[in-house]
């Protein structure tokens, strides 16, 4: 703990300059506010740890458990010894290996196909602004208020069997890639950026010769990052959760992603240390990523539930 | 806003000829078509399409290998003689009623905590938002196990500490749902409380002050100043939350499968049969359609309802 001070007083710095909430500071140098206020947080920082970080530590300790072991004492297999062969079996023999490697192709291609279909269309939308924007602005806006149930089953009959393309994606990632580009929440989130984005430095890049696609590449996107970076783990994060829509299309299992594999996994004859060991696996990459990027995650949510209010 | 150099542009461009090819183009039309075009067949495809095929569907009987025959409002009757309609209709709401009365609550209280803590509170937003970067499906499978109805299951167990339980969780038809419920939560929970903690960074502070003055204390400007302010996000989140929860689909399938005895079988779970259990599409898709519009009308009712108590 007190091997950093520098950046723990440097992360403070900026809660201190929060505004004040409910409880004033004179409230709060009261000693019965303090008191209470005290017990409040320290029961909260518990719950919290035993509701949010609990699970996916018994996970961790049951992927490296035997199986006996997470039957008959479930909340003792922490000072069980560790059997470390479980997650090579799980790696190798449940072929967990393989579905999370498909899982991070289908969540990469669906990054890139919803970052390349709602960049496209919020630059339409916010700065080339042809006549016919606002059909199609409209358009894509209104998909926002469909509810995602009416679409689903016709969506899979569209992937079986491409209108006018009469071809099927089923059992290729193009069936799960490019349904994700489609996503209205995105083009919102981008074009209010976009629009926030001082036209001169687009016009200036004009008189200096850059037609739109340079303008986009040159100016608009590079301004953007933080926002791309925020929309890039949003779906990431997102398509590594996904199930059903991936269990439709993908029937071979080398192309499952974990999340398809998991319950199959669980379903079958596999030992309960196994089938722990494949849980903490698929668990590890989105912890990991949000243990990194936590403040753009937070920041992410949050600015997401100002589009939705 | 100020008007845009762009709109000011345009205004004067608007008086010349329309139909110059090479003006269109050097003007930018083409451009605008060419990003325009992997937009419009990615929602045509996917979205828009989607849609209006599933209208057309639900009035089709097709198995995917007769041709699709045209059958009228048959399919929404079938749909609706169902006996396990009601059922499944009485479950789903059963679901998010539960989740509304217990689920709900807790991101708010979450978030006014949080909100009012001065260090560390990084710390606790990421505990509280970790679950929702859990995949549901490992949580599930986790919880599943968590939920073992034996005494020595995990949850059992750490409730015999305290001299509770044992108790059936998921395997009995009374306690079936109110688990689910208590998955959801855990599983929500931290996600929505992120977006209240942003919503909580906009509340005018000099209200607070006011009330002080007037010697409100501090429950009284948490109910008389804190939720009022939250009211719109509030009530944004309710809808989004009931109508997810309408749509409740991976839980039970994977905790349950609709068990036991039917008891935590949901519309979303009923669709999925007739399409990919029964390869009845026809039917699949009319009771899509049912939801979406209950969850229509249900929108506008609240948009309606809500929006007097928003203004009062």
């Known amino acids: 703990m007190s091997a950093a001070p520098a950046p723990r007083a440097a992360r403070r710095r900026p809660a ?23 017990a409040v947080q320290t029961v909260l920082l518990v719950l919290l740890i035993v509701a949010g970080l609990g699970p996916l530590l ?18 003792g297999i922490w000072f069980t010894p560790n059997e470390w062969g479980n997650l090579l079996l799980a790696w190798n023999g449940a072929r967990i290996g393989q579905s999370l490697w498909n899982t991070v192709i289908l969540a990469a291609g669906s990054t890139l196909s919803t970052l390349v279909v709602s960049v496209a269309a919020a630059y339409l939308l916010s700065v080339l602004r042809p006549k016919w924007g606002p059909v199609l602005s409209g358009a894509i806006l209104a998909t926002l208020f469909l509810p995602g149930v009416i679409s689903f089953v016709p969506l899979y009959l569209t992937i079986l069997d491409m209108p006018l393309l009469n071809i099927s994606l089923q059992d290729t990632f193009w069936a799960v890639w490019l349904p994700a580009g489609a996503s209205a929440f995105n083009v919102v989130v981008l074009k209010r950026f976009f629009d926030s984005i001082p036209r001169d430095y687009m016009e200036a890049a004009k008189i200096d010769g850059a037609g739109p696609l340079r303008v986009l590449v040159s100016v608009v996107l590079p301004l953007s990052r933080p926002i791309l970076g925020v929309i890039v783990l949003l779906s990431v994060v997102g398509s590594w959760k996904e199930f059903l829509w991936p269990m439709l299309v993908l029937s071979n299992p080398d192309l499952q992603p974990v999340s398809v594999m998991l319950p199959k996994l669980a379903a079958g004859n596999s030992p309960l240390s196994v089938q722990m060991a494949a849980v903490f696996l698929s668990i590890l990459v989105p912890v990991v990523l949000f243990a990194i990027f936590q403040k753009q995650f937070l920041r992410g949510v949050g600015s997401a539930g100002g589009v939705k209010g | 806003m100020a008007p845009t150099p762009d709109a000011a542009r345009a205004a004067q461009r608007r008086p010349r000829p329309r139909l110059d090819l090479t003006r269109w183009v050097r003007g930018g039309g083409l451009h605008a078509v060419l990003f325009a075009v992997p937009v419009v067949l990615v929602y045509l495809y996917f979205s828009w399409g989607p849609v209006v095929q599933g209208l057309v569907l639900s009035f089709q009987k097709t198995n995917l290998i007769l041709p699709a025959e045209w059958v009228g409002w048959g399919n929404f009757e079938y749909v609706l003689a169902d006996p396990g309609l009601l059922q499944a209709s009485l479950n789903t709401a059963y ?63 750490a409730l015999g500490w305290i001299g509770l339980g044992p108790f059936p969780w998921l395997n009995a038809e009374d306690s079936a749902m109110p688990s689910i419920v208590l998955y959801a939560t855990w599983a929500g929970a931290g996600s929505t409380a992120i977006i209240y903690i942003a919503a909580l960074a906009t509340v005018r ?26 009211r719109n996000v509030i009530f944004v989140m309710m809808l989004l939350q009931l109508i997810g929860t309408f749509q409740i689909f991976t839980e ?13 079988q949901t519309v979303l779970l009923k669709i999925y049969n007739y399409a990919f259990v029964n390869g009845d599409f026809g039917a699949a898709t009319a009771l899509s359609v049912l939801l979406a519009l209950f969850l229509g009308l249900l929108s506008v009712v609240y948009y309606f309802v809500t929006k007097r108590w928003s203004t009062a």
């Open chain 1, 16 to 38: 201190e300059e929060k505004e004040r909430g409910v409880i004033s500071a004179s409230d709060r140098r009261g000693p019965s506010v303090r008191a209470w206020f005290g």
């Open chain 2, 95 to 157: 679901f998010a009623l539960l989740a509304l009365v217990f689920g709900f609550p807790i991101p708010i209280i979450l978030a006014v905590l949080i909100n009012e803590l001065r260090k560390y509170d990084a710390l606790y937003n990421a505990l509280a938002y970790l679950p929702a970067v859990v995949p549901p499906v490992a949580a599930i499978l986790l919880w599943k196990f968590f939920y073992d109805p034996d005494a020595q299951g995990l949850f059992n167990s």
């Open chain 1, 58 to 75: 018994w996970a961790a300790k049951a992927s490296v458990s035997s199986s006996n072991d997470i039957v008959s004492d479930p909340m």
């Open chain 2, 205 to 230: 502070t000099e209200l607070y002050e006011a009330a002080e003055i007037d010697g409100a204390g501090i429950w009284r400007r948490i109910w008389h100043i804190t939720l009022p302010q939250l």
């Open chain 2, 252 to 264: 039970p399938y994977l905790f349950t499968g609709g068990g036991p005895n039917n008891a935590t």
